[in-house]
């Protein structure tokens, strides 16, 4: 069975995009446009097996997802990869400090992506086995 990633953006080309990306590496996808429509699916028990996040979205941004799933230890485990358009480090870093397991900037590659997902799988492996000190 494939592993399930959740694709939240706004913007449909991307997530269109991102599929792609995501299947040629060998992941089931399933997409949201909007930060509410994926919180409600994980509080109605369904559970991917990572995040794909967008920083910034209307209505919740994908940091405030982010807090979200960080705040409720049965997903504690779920790895959260965030993109983002802005080069804004101090965003970055906040994403990070709130439980980010890795980022990559839009437009996203191929080659950035297949880089990006084992890094934050090891991250949030080493985070639950209490080896990653998130404050800096």
Request: glycine fraction near 6%; hydrophobic fraction near 45%; proline fraction near 3%.
């Amino acid at each position: 069975m494939k592993q399930m990633v959740w694709m939240v953006d706004d913007d449909e080309e991307m997530r269109r995009a991102l599929h792609k990306m995501f299947r040629l590496l060998g992941y089931e996808t399933r997409e949201f446009f909007d930060g509410r429509v994926a919180s409600r699916a994980l509080l109605a028990g369904e559970m991917p097996d990572m995040l794909f996040l967008d920083i910034q979205m209307q209505h919740v941004t994908g940091l405030q997802v982010l807090a979200f799933v960080r705040s409720r230890t049965e997903w504690n485990h779920l790895p959260v990869l965030m993109v983002t358009s802005e080069s804004d480090e101090e965003r970055v870093e906040q994403a990070i400090r709130s439980g980010a397991d890795g980022y990559v900037f839009k437009p996203v590659t191929f080659e950035e992506l297949q880089m990006a997902i084992p890094t934050a799988l090891q991250r949030r492996q080493a985070a639950q086995d209490g080896r990653l000190n998130l404050e800096r």
